[in-house]
């Protein structure tokens, strides 16, 4: 069926033809075997829509959604942050309250839950006013270490109120890092403690660092795992995310590429021999994206609409839209280069500010879109005033902003100094936007580079962190995009077409639950 090029935000219903031919009444209708069912208890501080301030946020969103589909009985716990919007507090229904002892001296804290469901997850949020009635779920470590002491022990308290004994539990980043602890002291002589416990690490940069004293506290944990082997770390402080590392069963990052690298000095955040010690429990896993959510063919965000066989013709109108909407040049001979990120050091961002200059030669457009170190803002605010109608800094996160980016620009930038996984360069390549990447973390794993010898590969890279790498990366991409553009276009199909989706990753994991929880 042939597709119409120019829909303008006009949505056309898709008619389903169904089968009306009669069915025999001796065909049997034969159910596909998905394995054997496992209950996981996910156990995080963001998931989208709720709240999401990351791709931690997405993350604790897709996965759960995917292994519901593979036969797995899962719930996603979560705080009851204020700033979830209304429309989903309203229907979240009440399941219990009870108090909870929660410091080294015993104090009680409320513990209510509220749930949600939808897409075949239950989501219950832990509902405490005095922890959660913040605008923000993160504010600063004062306030955020006795938060997360309190949630990762209220979300097993809630589990054993429930009666809801999962085989696994999931937890992710520092926020969550107490659970395991938990899990075996606390909790070890109730159902929930019979739980194996994964640890997903979505960025080492975060670790849970303060105060012993105070962490000891509010944890109320015993004495006994506050040893420079477990919690410790520069003798007065404990880390909280490194004692998960020493208590769960088995560690996960979001990419191969960054559980190595994690064990190096480089990288290693301070943990790096820690995390070489326990190296025999540490699995990469890629992240995927939620191709219902990021899909060009039915975003109604998009002027048009395309898929892989429509995208050389549909991005054209997409990219005169975005060029129109953020006041550059229309021209559909320009190359357009998007960068959607926070504006921090990790992203590469002094790399960027080093090439711009060099890469503003008049057949190039630049669209910057993101919030973050005031240094870099104002940076690309100049360079809007010095390219005007080449150069649009815009200093913020819209999200309907992103889809336009996505679609209409021909490449984007992720030239970050490290990367766990990146979400960035997957939505790049379902939109069609061939990704510039450094080699790092996800980023490797995910993007192949192109060569020019046999026309493959899906993007453009460079591996050591350096300014001219950069440049000379953009350049390579500039030179097919001019003169090469059916290799250009080969290489657009070819991402769109390339499988970003959670589906893949979310059978390692279930692969994994199944070896934790082996049963006869």
């Given at each position: 069926?042939?597709?119409?090029?120019?829909?303008?935000?006009?949505?056309?219903?898709?008619?389903?033809?169904?089968?009306?031919?009669?069915?025999?009444?001796?065909?049997?209708?034969?159910?596909?075997?998905?394995?054997?069912?496992?209950?996981?208890?996910?156990?995080?501080?963001?998931?989208?829509?709720?709240?999401?301030?990351?791709?931690?946020?997405?993350?604790?969103?897709?996965?759960?959604?995917?292994?519901?589909?593979?036969?797995?009985?899962?719930?996603?716990?979560?705080?009851?942050?204020?700033?979830?919007?209304?429309?989903?507090?309203?229907?979240?229904?009440?399941?219990?309250?009870?108090?909870?002892?929660?410091?080294?001296?015993?104090?009680?804290?409320?513990?209510?839950?509220?749930?949600?469901?939808?897409?075949?997850?239950?989501?219950?949020?832990?509902?405490?006013?005095?922890?959660?009635s913040w605008g923000n779920p993160y504010t600063n470590l004062i306030d955020?270490?006795?938060?997360?002491?309190?949630?990762?022990?209220?979300?097993?308290?809630?589990?054993?109120?429930?009666?809801?004994?999962?085989?696994?539990?999931?937890?992710?980043?520092?926020?969550?890092?107490?659970?395991?602890?938990?899990?075996?002291?606390?909790?070890?002589?109730?159902?929930?403690?019979?739980?194996?416990?994964?640890?997903?690490?979505?960025?080492?940069?975060?670790?849970?660092?303060?105060d012993r004293k105070m962490i000891q506290?509010?944890?109320?944990?015993?004495?006994?795992?506050?040893?420079?082997?477990?919690?410790?770390?520069?003798?007065?402080?404990?880390?909280?995310?490194?004692?998960?590392?020493?208590?769960?069963?088995?560690?996960?990052?979001?990419?191969?590429?960054?559980?190595?690298?994690?064990?190096?000095?480089?990288?290693?955040?301070?943990?790096?021999?820690?995390?070489?010690?326990?190296?025999?429990?540490?699995?990469?896993?890629?992240?995927?994206?939620?191709?219902?959510?990021?899909?060009?063919?039915?975003?109604?965000?998009?002027?048009?609409?395309?898929?892989?066989?429509?995208?050389?013709?549909?991005?054209?109108?997409?990219?005169?839209?975005?060029?129109?909407?953020?006041?550059?040049?229309?021209?559909?001979?320009?190359?357009?280069?998007?960068?959607?990120?926070?504006?921090?050091?990790?992203?590469?961002?002094?790399?960027?500010?080093?090439?711009?200059?060099?890469?503003?030669?008049?057949?190039?457009?630049?669209?910057?879109?993101?919030?973050?170190?005031?240094?870099?803002?104002?940076?690309?605010?100049?360079?809007?005033?010095?390219?005007?109608?080449?150069?649009?800094?815009?200093?913020?996160?819209?999200?309907?902003?992103?889809?336009?980016?996505?679609?209409?620009?021909?490449?984007?930038?992720?030239?970050?100094?490290?990367?766990?996984?990146?979400?960035?360069?997957?939505?790049?390549?379902?939109?069609?936007?061939?990704?510039?990447?450094?080699?790092?973390?996800?980023?490797?794993?995910?993007?192949?580079?192109?060569?020019?010898?046999?026309?493959?590969?899906?993007?453009?890279?460079?591996?050591?962190?350096?300014?001219?790498?950069?440049?000379?990366?953009?350049?390579?991409?500039?030179?097919?995009?001019?003169?090469?553009?059916?290799?250009?276009?080969?290489?657009?199909?070819?991402?769109?077409?390339?499988?970003?989706?959670?589906?893949?990753?979310?059978?390692?994991?279930?692969?994994?639950?199944?070896?934790?929880?082996?049963?006869?």
């Amino acid at each position: 069926m042939s597709r119409k090029k120019n829909r303008k935000k006009n949505f056309i219903k898709q008619i389903a033809v169904v089968d009306k031919t009669p069915v025999k009444q001796e065909e049997q209708i034969v159910q596909m075997d998905l394995g054997p069912r496992r209950s996981v208890a996910f156990i995080g501080s963001e998931c989208y829509p709720f709240v999401k301030t990351g791709g931690l946020g997405d993350v604790m969103s897709a996965l759960p959604k995917t292994l519901a589909k593979l036969n797995l009985d899962v719930k996603v716990i979560l705080p009851r942050y204020k700033c979830i919007p209304q429309k989903f507090q309203e229907k979240m229904e009440y399941r219990g309250s009870f108090y909870m002892d929660l410091c080294s001296d015993g104090k009680q804290y409320y513990v209510g839950i509220m749930e949600y469901q939808k897409d075949g997850v239950v989501y219950d949020f832990i509902d405490n006013d005095e922890f959660f009635s913040w605008g923000n779920p993160y504010t600063n470590l004062i306030d955020d270490i006795p938060k997360f002491c309190y949630f990762a022990k209220a979300s097993l308290a809630a589990l054993n109120y429930l009666d809801w004994t999962p085989d696994i539990v999931h937890c992710h980043d520092w926020q969550a890092a107490l659970v395991p602890l938990y899990l075996r002291t606390c909790f070890q002589n109730t159902n929930v403690g019979r739980a194996s416990a994964v640890l997903t690490i979505h960025n080492l940069r975060f670790q849970g660092i303060y105060d012993r004293k105070m962490i000891q506290y509010w944890s109320g944990l015993p004495d006994y795992v506050f040893n420079k082997d477990c919690m410790i770390q520069n003798w007065l402080d404990a880390n909280m995310l490194k004692g998960g590392i020493a208590y769960c069963n088995k560690i996960t990052t979001v990419s191969n590429t960054y559980a190595g690298e994690i064990q190096t000095e480089e990288y290693g955040e301070g943990l790096a021999e820690h995390l070489r010690y326990h190296n025999n429990k540490i699995r990469g896993i890629v992240n995927g994206i939620d191709t219902d959510n990021w899909n060009p063919a039915t975003d109604k965000l998009l002027t048009a609409n395309y898929d892989a066989e429509s995208a050389v013709e549909n991005k054209k109108i997409n990219k005169k839209a975005l060029q129109e909407s953020l006041g550059l040049e229309v021209d559909d001979h320009k190359m357009v280069i998007g960068l959607i990120s926070r504006l921090t050091n990790q992203k590469g961002l002094d790399l960027v500010n080093a090439v711009i200059p060099g890469i503003m030669d008049g057949n190039t457009q630049v669209v910057v879109l993101g919030t973050g170190d005031a240094w870099y803002e104002n940076t690309f605010r100049y360079y809007e005033y010095k390219y005007k109608g080449s150069f649009c800094a815009y200093i913020d996160y819209n999200e309907n902003v992103a889809h336009g980016i996505y679609s209409g620009c021909d490449t984007i930038l992720v030239p970050s100094r490290f990367e766990p996984c990146g979400l960035t360069q997957l939505i790049a390549m379902r939109y069609g936007a061939i990704p510039i990447v450094r080699e790092t973390g996800g980023l490797k794993d995910t993007v192949s580079p192109y060569n020019m010898y046999d026309n493959t590969g899906n993007g453009f890279t460079f591996d050591r962190y350096e300014s001219g790498l950069l440049y000379d990366a953009i350049n390579r991409a500039k030179t097919l995009y001019f003169e090469s553009r059916k290799y250009w276009d080969d290489m657009v199909i070819r991402d769109m077409n390339k499988d970003v989706s959670w589906e893949k990753s979310a059978k390692q994991y279930k692969d994994l639950y199944v070896e934790l929880t082996p049963r006869n």
